[in-house]
T-cell receptor, first 115, second 115 residues
């Protein structure tokens, strides 16, 4: 079965650079969630989109922005990168809030390293 | 204080043992309760979910939710070395609320099952 696809899988950036992470949800899934997992930490919710509209917002820095496109893929844009942004970034997808959204399926993650 | 607290472990058990993993939470709005398994450097994999209070069994796994005590558990019977991973509890307010299903995770428990 098709899974959530994230690209790139690994990314190395320097401080103050920008990064763009991409997420391709499972076919027919219309809701995308972004999570950040620091070393030894649990995943922290950043932001979510349903039908191309932002549906919820968590602890996402103002330096980050995201959007969902007409084909439901999503991109997380990160600017003015800081050392503390080094983490695993997960995207998850599910069917929309018209159904219980407990079944979130996670992608393999993008490991971002800021030097 | 975190909304979701999970016994951090780590746990080390012999093959065939029964494993008990636990989380407590403080947010009464949580309606959906999930357990994820995460292997090193991989995305979380949904194991089980339950809605509201009760038990749910799936093979060697049993999930229990006690909303009156704000306490959830995952039991693994006949544990196998392949069960060695980090187990994360996660919770959601579910559809119809303002959360649109964003997950709040526990800190994770590292489980090692040795042959």
């Amino acid at each position: 079965a098709a899974g959530v696809i994230q690209s790139p899988r690994h990314l190395i950036k320097e401080k103050r650079e920008t990064a763009t992470l991409k997420c391709y949800p499972i076919p027919r899934h219309d809701t995308v969630y972004w999570y950040q997992q620091g070393p030894g930490q649990d995943p922290q919710f950043l932001i979510s989109f349903y039908e191309k509209m932002q549906s919820d917002k968590g602890s996402i820095p103002d330096r980050f922005s995201a959007q969902q496109f007409s084909d439901y893929h999503s991109e997380l844009n990160m600017s003015s990168l800081e050392l503390g942004d080094s983490a695993l970034y997960f995207c998850a997808s599910s069917l929309g809030p018209s159904l219980p959204s407990y079944e979130q399926y996670f992608g393999p993650g993008t490991r971002l390293t800021v030097t | 204080q975190k909304e979701v607290e999970q016994d951090p472990g780590p746990l080390s058990v012999p093959e065939g043992a029964i494993v008990s993993l636990n989380c407590t939470y403080s947010n009464s709005a949580f309606q959906y309760f999930m357990w994820y398994r995460q292997y090193s450097r991989k995305g979380p994999e949904l194991l089980m979910y339950t809605y509201s209070s009760g038990n749910k069994e799936d093979g060697r796994f049993t999930a229990q939710v006690d909303k009156s005590s704000k306490y959830i558990s995952l039991f693994i019977r006949d544990s196998q070395p392949s069960d060695s991973a980090t187990y994360l509890c996660a919770m959601s307010g579910g559809a119809g609320g303002t959360s649109y299903g964003k997950l709040t995770f526990g800190q994770g428990t590292i489980l090692t099952v040795h042959p």
